[in-house]
């Protein structure tokens, strides 16, 4: 039986020192059934050349010029260009474990459409990986082995932007890249969620994430965290916000902050808490701080905890346990 095609989707600009092994780890996959639709977001280095070099030697790799401006624009020109049943997505600096394609192509055509089959990854960089990186990797591998991405959606991106694979139909039915929301990994996976596709368990690598200083989303100003806290926020009320709740902001940082604005901004009603001495009895756009203690005297909640401490965050979830509240349909974590 014929293996369906696999669209690979990659973006590029400026990767010239890394898109060598990132292709060759493409071109040594176990799975042959696949093209990379590969297009170039306005490289100033010799990143085209290189490609365009390999698009010599293998007919199945499909290079263009993007005729927008920045990732999301390339990425929708290669989906528009993508000729496979199946879809997943590349990035230029990282690397593909032999077997990534076949395993991901199994696990998807086994469990069928409205399916998200994902990977563990790894992340690696020649002068070490920082400890952040490391538990963020530790914490979505966690997610992934069990297929329960979806529990922690609101907390951090729990499906690496490289490491997916969907069927094409399902990338349309989602508006995938349409329109320029960034971060735009993050909101795809919103709209996974948003659209019921299930996240299939997976317990091998299939992915070597690399970390270097100028990687684009340490850099660039669309990967900023007021731009997660805002997409989290604009999800949430689209997906989850119950109105016949209580909502609660927990945390005045920059973090609560953010979320207050945009539910002030949608005319969505909302009581605030905080442990900060200093701004219990204050006022915050217009918004009375209360302390945490409150929450006890409120029915009926539904809570945004945007607290970062680590402890005050177990305090809280024990907290939760005890009044046997569920996550997502009681309270969502932003961080």
């Excluded at 600009?13 to 292709?23: A, G, S």
């Excluded at 009895?281 to 005297?297: A, D, E, Q």
Aim: glycine share 4%.
């Amino acid at each position: 039986m014929q293996q369906p095609k696999v669209s690979i989707l990659t973006p590029f600009k400026n990767t010239e020192t890394f898109l060598p092994e990132c292709i060759e780890s493409i071109i040594n996959q176990t799975y042959s059934n696949w093209e990379l639709v590969i297009v170039d977001d306005g490289s100033t280095d010799n990143s085209f050349d290189i490609v365009n070099t390999y698009t010599e030697q293998d007919r199945r790799i499909k290079l263009s010029i993007n005729k927008g401006i920045g990732i999301i624009s390339a990425l929708r020109q290669a989906l528009e260009q993508a000729s496979g049943t199946l879809v997943t997505r590349m990035d230029s600096d990282d690397i593909m474990a032999p077997h990534k394609l076949e395993v991901l192509t199994h696990n998807l055509i086994t469990y069928g459409k409205t399916h998200v089959a994902v990977g563990l990854v790894e992340y690696f960089c020649k002068d070490g990986v920082g400890k952040g990186y490391k538990n963020y990797e530790a914490w979505l591998n966690t997610l992934t082995r069990t297929g329960t991405n979806y529990s922690e959606i609101y907390k951090e991106c729990v499906i690496p932007s490289p490491c997916w694979m969907v069927y094409k139909s399902d990338l349309i039915a989602c508006d995938a890249f349409n329109p320029d929301i960034y971060p735009e990994d993050y909101d795809l996976t919103f709209r996974f969620y948003k659209n019921h596709y299930k996240c299939i368990p997976c317990d091998q690598i299939l992915h070597y994430w690399r970390d270097y200083p100028s990687r684009t989303s340490r850099t660039h100003v669309h990967y900023a965290h007021n731009h997660f806290t805002a997409l989290k926020a604009r999800h949430f009320i689209a997906i989850d916000y119950d109105p016949d709740k209580t909502l609660v902001i927990w945390g005045a940082g920059s973090k609560g902050k953010t979320a207050a604005k945009i539910l002030l901004d949608h005319g969505i009603p909302f009581e605030w808490i905080c442990n900060n001495p200093n701004k219990i009895g204050r006022k915050i756009y217009g918004k009375t701080m209360h302390p945490f203690s409150t929450l006890k005297t409120m029915e009926h909640t539904q809570s945004i905890i945007t607290v970062a401490n680590k402890k005050a965050q177990k305090e809280i979830r024990a907290f939760f346990a005890q009044l046997h509240l569920k996550p997502i349909t009681d309270y969502v974590f932003f961080c």
